[in-house]
C-alpha cells in the first residue's frame, strides 16, 4: 500500500483512544509487567509513545523541512522514558500521551504538506537519506506495533494460566 | 501471573471498545488487507472474534459446568467466520461483537463461579483435560492476541512505505 497523508493521519487519531481503552483503568498487574529483564511494561510503551512525540516525530518533520544544508536528525534515545516517566502515574502518561498527540496532529496539519514536501529528505544517523513520507509512515507503523506489543505483553502475563492452549497462542511464543 | 477473574474480565470488557477505538470509521484500506494468501484482514480477525463469541466461550464454560459425564468441546471451526460475515459491513461486525461480548459477560457474571467450580474439567478435542480456569485465561490471551494480529497487519501495509526504518520495526518482520 502507498503512502497517504490522510490515512496515515486516520491511525494517528486513534492511537490515544486505542491505549486508553486498553490501559485505562485497568489492575495494575496488567500495566506493570513485562516479558522479563531489560523488556518493556505497558506503563513504558507509553512512557517511549510519549517520549516520541516529544523528540521524535515532529522535530524530525520539522528538521526536514528546514531550509538548513545539515538536516541531520539527532538521536534518538531509547531508553529516555525511564527518567521521564518517574514518580508517575499510568494515568498521567495516558492524558500526556493523548494531548502531546492532539499537538503534533495539530502542528502537522497547519503545514499542509505537499507532495513535493513529502519527498524532502532528512539524514538519519544510522541511514542515512530518508524522506519526510518514510518518516510519516514510520510513525504510523511504530504506533501500531506499540499498541501490538503492549497487548502481547499483557497476554504473555497469562502464559501460564492458559495451559496446554499455549499451543494455539502465537502470542504467548514471540 | 496467576489466573484472577476479575482481572480477566478487566480485559474482556475493554476488547470491544479497543477494537471500535481502533477500526471504526478509519479508511478501508486499513480494514481489508492482509499478510498475504490465506492471512486474515482486521475485518477478518473482527469476524473471528464474533465467532468465537457465538460458538466457544461461554459455550465451553457451560459444558464444563454441566453435570453430564460428557463433557468434550465440539470441535471450534477457525474459518467459521468467513461464511458467517460474508455481505456484512465492519460497522455492523463491531456492533454485533460488543453486544455478543456484553451477554456473555453477563452470562459469566451472573453464574458466580467458586474457586472449586474453576478447577473443574472439561474434554479438549486436541488437548484432552483443561480446567474452566485454564478456559478463561485462553479467552483474555485470546482477546489480546487478536488485537495484536490487527496493529501487525495494519502496520504491514505500511512496509514498503516505511524505507529503511524497517529495520527498526520488528513489527513488520514477525
Redesign the interface.
Known sequence: ????L??SI??LE?TP??V???LSG??D??TT?NEGPDTWSPFDNVGHLIDCELTNWMPRVHVILSQSADRRFEAFDRLGHISRTKGHTLSELLAEFRQLREQSLSDLHGLNLTAAQLQRTGE?PA??S??L???L??W???D??H???I??V??K?????????V??????R?
Chains 1, 2 share one sequence.
Open positions: 500500500m502507498n503512502f497517504d490522510g490515512n486516520a491511525v486513534r483512544r486505542v486508553e481503552a486498553l485497568i489492575p498487574v496488567w509487567g538519519h541511514f542515512g530518508v524522506t513520507e518514510q518518516l509512515a514510520t504510523v507503523a511504530h501500531l506495533g499498541i501490538a506489543q497487548t502481547r499483557m497476554a502475563q497469562y502464559r501460564d494460566a492458559v495451559g496446554p492452549w499451543a494455539y497462542l502465537p502470542v504467548l514471540r
